[in-house]
């Protein structure tokens, strides 16, 4: 039997996928469809010998999506599925085997990510139609974030609203911050200590970890607050959404599309979302870009500064996403804002660690001041590993999923 797990993150427009081998370290088929619902989609995906492949799914939806993955498999049928599922509510504190009940809470949660939970049930439905004899794992970006402590989740609004509606902070990313906690623990001589972890892509969070726990972070009910992104403002005065309505006449929908898909670096620079563009446009003298990068390291570093306050001691800060790997200058910039915490990077090993390498990247020599490092995330191999973990028990020829709470 083949001993890789199916990870699925099912988007509205797009279904992620990899087979991850139960041996880390070796190779993965991992690919994409995207374009769900246009007039063009397609699959491309990187075998296990990175050669590439790309084919066009004409008129395919999320259940076809699945099945052309399916064909491509060919023989390399996975012994269980892991669904990343953006928002569990309270409910969900770790990786569950889907069943029926499970399937009626995610929806019930839908409220609360209403752009993400119905994609990741589409992606369920249509997995377990393919794979009915399989055990089907979902894995929630919140669920690590369980950990905080209420002074650190709740909002201060009217009771009321927590208990009926379950308006609190729930943080996402929870699966990438939980890899790199746990990779932390085995790399520092702190071991499962006191950590920042910077999670920085098109989505950004910041997370204060202890112990290998989540004890706060930036992103709160939805993943719309806290660091600036791309797109999203992050961060804004609840009283703009009063203001623009009164003001300027924008409906609810208006200001929540523009909050989450014209704003952030977007926003600010007039120009790109992607950082990389930025980086280069600011060293050509582009003010937009120049203040996109100004605003994102200021608030990266005021965030960070704010999440020590969680924790009993500051080890070390962890950089990891797409920006946080990759970028030494956005890394350069945050920290030298925070120098009343004490880390001191150096400038050699910052602009020296090739691009998606891990690495330390502080003043070794300088024992007391807090660790740095560079950890490229793997949220595909943590969800894989927490539902390998979640159905080693469970006979394969004799599983159901209806028959698991």
């Not at 932390?184 to 001589?189: F, P």
């Given at each position: ?7 699925v ?18 190779p ?9 619902g246009?007039?063009d ?17 004409p ?18 049928q ?7 599922v953006?928002?569990g ?5 770790s ?8 399937i ?30 399989l ?11 369980q950990?905080?402590p209420?002074?650190?989740y ?15 902070r ?14 932390l623990?085995?790399?520092s001589?702190?071991g499962h ?5 910077a ?41 703009l ?21 014209h ?14 563009d ?7 003298g ?10 994102f ?11 020590s ?6 080890d ?6 797409g920006?946080?790997?990759?970028s ?16 001191r990077?150096?400038d050699?090993a910052?602009?020296?660690?090739a ?18 490092w ?5 949220e ?7 539902t390998?973990e ?16």
């Amino acid at each position: 039997m083949n001993g890789s797990i199916l990870v699925v993150n099912c988007g509205s427009s797009s279904i992620k996928f990899a087979l991850v081998p139960q041996q880390s370290g070796q190779p993965r088929l991992s690919g994409l469809v995207e374009r769900l619902g246009a007039s063009d989609p397609g699959l491309k995906f990187t075998d296990e010998n990175g050669n590439k492949h790309q084919f066009p799914l004409p008129g395919a939806d999320h259940a076809s999506a699945m099945q052309a993955i399916l064909e491509h498999l060919g023989d390399r049928q996975p012994r269980a599925i892991g669904h990343r599922v953006v928002h569990g509510g309270e409910r969900f504190k770790s990786a569950t085997l889907i069943n029926e009940e499970v399937i009626d809470s995610i929806k019930q949660c839908a409220s609360l990510a209403p752009l993400h939970n119905p994609a990741n049930l589409e992606g369920i439905r249509a997995t377990r139609l393919l794979f009915p004899d399989l055990p089907q794992v979902a894995v929630f970006d919140t669920a690590f974030h369980q950990t905080m402590p209420e002074h650190a989740y709740r909002y201060a609004i009217p009771t009321e609203l927590y208990r009926e509606h379950g308006i609190r902070r729930y943080g996402f990313h929870g699966t990438s911050h939980a890899y790199i906690a746990e990779r932390l623990g085995e790399l520092s001589v702190h071991g499962h200590g006191g950590w920042i972890i910077a999670h920085l892509g098109n989505g950004c969070s910041a997370t204060a970890v202890w112990q290998g726990r989540s004890l706060d972070t930036s992103m709160g009910m939805t993943p719309l607050e806290g660091l600036v992104m791309g797109t999203r403002s992050g961060d804004v005065d609840p009283g703009l959404h009063l203001h623009l309505a009164n003001q300027c006449g924008w409906s609810v929908e208006q200001i929540d599309q523009m909050l989450n898909k014209h704003s952030g670096l977007m926003g600010l620079s007039g120009l790109s979302p992607d950082m990389r563009d930025l980086e280069q446009a600011a060293g050509d003298g582009h003010s937009g870009a120049r203040l996109a990068l100004d605003v994102f390291c200021y608030r990266l570093a005021r965030t960070m500064a704010a999440l020590s306050c969680a924790l009993p001691q500051l080890d070390g800060i962890a950089f990891t996403g797409g920006i946080g790997e990759n970028s030494p200058l956005i890394r350069s910039r945050a920290l030298s804002m925070m120098a009343a915490l004490g880390p001191r990077l150096s400038d050699i090993a910052n602009d020296n660690l090739a691009r998606g390498r891990e690495g330390r990247i502080d003043l070794a020599s300088d024992t007391g001041s807090p660790e740095i490092w560079v950890i490229p995330t793997d949220e595909e191999g943590r969800i894989a590993r927490e539902t390998a973990e979640l159905v080693e028990f469970q006979p394969y020829l004799d599983f159901h999923p209806e028959a698991s709470a």
